[in-house]
C-alpha cells in the first residue's frame, strides 16, 4: 500500500513562528501536494509539486512556500505563522494523471496545526 | 478556471432511502472526476472516479455517479443509505495538469 506519512498529527506554534510541515511518500510518486481543510471551505489547494525542484501556486498560496529537494520528500513552510493559519494540512501525492489509471490522490492522515 | 461547486452544505437522509450528491464543475478541457469520502477522524478515501468512456462509474460501498457533461455534473447516488454511510463527501475535478480541486464539501447525516 502506498503511505504517505506527515511528521506530525497535532503542532502548536506561536505567531511569528517559522514552521516546517514534512510529508514524504513511499511510492515514488511525482506529484505531491498540500490542502489546507477548514469546516465549510473543503480542502484548498496551497501548492503542488510535479517533480523534484519543480512546484506550482495553488489557490491559496500567500503566507506559504515549499521544498522539494528529493522525490519523496514534500515541505510546506509557514514564514511568519499567523492566527489564521490555523487549520488541518493534509498531504496527498499521485502518479501522473496523463497516464490512464493513474488518476488517484493518496492522502496522509494530516497535521492539526494551531497558531497562538 | 477550474473549480467545483457543491450546493448542499449539509443533507440528512433515512436509513434506507436513496441519496443524490450533487456536484457542478467548471473546466476547460476533458476534466477527470472523483468523489472522496471522509469519516469522522479519518483521512479521504476515493469513492469513485470517471475520466472517459461510460459516463455511470461505479464504485465502492454502493456509489455510483453519473457524468453529465451538458450540465456539467456529476453527481453521487447510492439507492439505499446505510448509518455507515454518515461523514463529508467531496467532490473533485483535475485533468492532464495533475491539478486537482475540491469543492467545499457536503456533510450526511443518517438518521436510524
Known amino acids: 500500500d502506498v503511505k504517505v506519512t506527515q511528521s506530525s498529527r497535532y503542532l502548536v506554534k506561536r505567531t511569528g513562528e517559522k514552521v516546517f510541515l514534512e510529508c514524504v511518500q513511499d511510492m515514488d510518486h511525482e506529484n505531491m501536494f498540500w490542502y489546507r481543510q477548514d469546516p465549510g471551505l473543503g480542502l484548498r489547494l496551497i501548492y503542488f509539486s510535479y517533480d523534484v525542484k519543480m512546484k506550482e501556486k495553488g489557490d491559496i498560496p500567500e503566507g506559504y512556500s515549499v521544498s522539494r529537494e528529493k522525490k519523496e520528500r514534500f515541505s510546506l513552510i509557514l514564514e511568519s505563522a499567523s492566527t489564521n493559519q490555523t487549520s488541518m494540512y493534509l498531504c496527498a501525492s499521485s502518479l501522473d494523471f496523463r497516464v490512464r489509471g493513474n488518476e488517484k490522490l493518496f492522502f496522509g492522515s494530516g497535521t492539526q496545526l494551531s497558531v497562538l | 478556471a477550474q473549480s467545483v461547486t457543491q450546493p448542499d452544505i449539509h443533507i440528512t437522509v433515512s436509513e434506507g432511502a436513496s441519496l443524490e450528491l450533487r456536484c457542478n464543475y467548471s473546466y476547460g478541457a476533458t476534466p477527470y472526476l472523483f468523489w472522496y469520502v471522509q469519516s469522522p477522524g479519518q483521512g479521504l478515501q476515493l469513492l469513485l472516479k470517471?475520466?472517459?468512456?461510460?459516463?455511470l462509474v461505479q464504485g465502492i460501498k454502493g456509489f455510483e455517479a453519473e457524468f453529465k457533461r451538458s450540465q456539467s455534473s456529476f453527481n453521487l447516488r447510492k439507492p439505499s443509505v446505510h448509518w455507515s454511510d454518515a461523514a463529508e463527501y467531496f467532490c473533485a475535478v483535475g485533468g492532464a495538469t495533475n491539478k486537482l480541486i475540491f469543492g467545499t464539501g457536503t456533510l450526511l447525516a443518517v438518521q436510524p
Open positions: 470517471y475520466f472517459s468512456g461510460d459516463t
